[in-house]
């Protein structure tokens, strides 16, 4: 075979498997950022939103509730956009296609209030977001601590419906009532705590939240 023939042949092969090998990426990308602009028609605000965090304290938060939810946002709409107000370093806004990214395998999961008709109205909604602007800013607690000085993300979200709509979403619990028993856990207690572990702090977890009878699923991806 002559050499420009064969160059011209490797050419086009090579072209070939390049295209086969970036079409299902291509496909895959095509679909998930069509589903979510399908998903953002269903949202509400206030929603909650949920996810499985690569933060390196996820695995010890999963251990301890035994919930694969480590990580949770309140969903509201700014200037057309859909946002998450959550608590990582520190209080903020983060655009929903970024939050949803960072979270394992990029899988959420959408609650709301189970009257949220009834209950979610413009001037309680609005109530609400005074609550949580309020703690913008504020650093996030990695002592898991129950003062407003700091705040960790399931105690933004239920403390912005308590003080909002009057509502405790998720059933409040001390320290000592998670399983504290893995390796893993009591690694990160010890690096947060030293000997001396707040037993008696009042916590709320993600799954707590989660697993409120007040909610219903809107979404899960």
């Given at each position: 075979?002559?050499?420009?023939?064969?160059?011209?042949?490797?050419?086009?092969?090579?072209?070939?498997?390049?295209?086969?090998?970036?079409?299902?990426?291509?496909?895959?990308?095509?679909?998930?950022?069509?589903?979510?602009?399908?998903?953002?028609?269903?949202?509400?605000?206030?929603?909650?939103?949920?996810?499985?965090?690569?933060?390196?304290?996820?695995?010890?938060?999963?251990?301890?509730?035994?919930?694969?939810?480590?990580?949770?946002?309140?969903?509201?709409?700014?200037?057309?956009?859909?946002?998450?107000?959550?608590?990582?370093?520190?209080?903020?806004?983060?655009?929903?296609?970024?939050?949803?990214?960072?979270?394992?395998?990029?899988h959420y999961v959408v609650k709301r209030?189970r009257d949220a008709d009834k209950a979610?109205?413009?001037?309680?909604?609005?109530?609400?977001?005074?609550?949580?602007?309020?703690?913008?800013?504020?650093?996030?607690?990695?002592?898991?601590?129950?003062?407003?000085?700091?705040?960790?993300?399931?105690?933004?979200?239920?403390?912005?419906?308590?003080?909002?709509?009057?509502?405790?979403?998720?059933?409040?619990?001390?320290?000592?009532?998670?399983?504290?028993?893995?390796?893993?856990?009591?690694?990160?207690?010890?690096?947060?705590?030293?000997?001396?572990?707040?037993?008696?702090?009042?916590?709320?977890?993600?799954?707590?939240?989660?697993?409120?009878?007040?909610?219903?699923?809107?979404?899960?991806?």
């Amino acid at each position: 075979m002559p050499p420009i023939r064969k160059y011209l042949l490797l050419l086009t092969l090579s072209a070939v498997l390049v295209a086969v090998a970036f079409k299902p990426v291509r496909r895959a990308y095509s679909y998930a950022f069509g589903q979510m602009a399908a998903d953002r028609q269903r949202l509400r605000n206030g929603d909650l939103i949920f996810q499985t965090s690569k933060s390196e304290q996820s695995l010890a938060i999963q251990l301890a509730t035994h919930s694969s939810y480590s990580h949770c946002g309140l969903v509201c709409q700014q200037n057309g956009e859909w946002m998450v107000l959550e608590a990582i370093q520190p209080v903020k806004f983060t655009s929903l296609r970024k939050w949803v990214i960072r979270g394992k395998g990029d899988h959420y999961v959408v609650k709301r209030l189970r009257d949220a008709d009834k209950a979610l109205t413009p001037q309680a909604w609005q109530r609400m977001l005074a609550a949580g602007q309020a703690m913008l800013g504020r650093d996030y607690d990695l002592a898991f601590g129950w003062s407003n000085d700091r705040i960790y993300c399931s105690e933004l979200i239920w403390k912005v419906y308590e003080q909002g709509l009057g509502r405790q979403v998720g059933q409040l619990r001390h320290l000592r009532d998670f399983d504290l028993s893995n390796p893993v856990v009591k690694a990160k207690l010890t690096e947060r705590y030293g000997r001396n572990l707040p037993l008696n702090e009042t916590v709320i977890s993600p799954v707590s939240i989660f697993n409120s009878p007040e909610l219903v699923t809107v979404l899960s991806r």
